[in-house]
């Protein structure tokens, strides 16, 4: 974040911060958090975030089996949610694309 703290050092400053307050034992403790992190960098597919919460997961006593597993959580969240988003509308999406007799509707992308 070299060029956060040239350009905006109170932004660096403020985001170091809350880094500091979210990244110690609490509630939850610290290996806790950052296999939360590593998942979370897997489902935003950041990949210098993987790495650099792996580390610190290690670190904090997690082992390459808990990392592997947390990740597997990931995975299957990610399956999920393409499932999942077609019953966005109180009934499943494709029982309305494939509804028969229904009158074509315009939409933006398929207008003739």
Known sequence: MSFLNEILPE??????????????????DLKTKELIAVVSSVLMR???????????????????????EAISIA???????QIGWTN?????????????GKEKEDCCCCKD
Do not use: P, W
């Open 11 to 28: 932004t660096a400053e403020a985001f170091g911060k809350m880094r500091n307050s979210i990244f110690k034992d609490g509630y939850l």
């Open 88 to 100: 966005v509308y109180a009934e499943n999406i494709y029982d309305k694309i494939f509804e028969n």
């Open 46 to 68: 950041c990949q210098f975030c993987v790495d650099a919460h792996s580390k610190r997961a290690i670190a904090a006593g997690a082992t390459k089996e808990e990392i592997a």
């Open 75 to 81: 995975m299957f969240v990610a399956a999920g949610s």
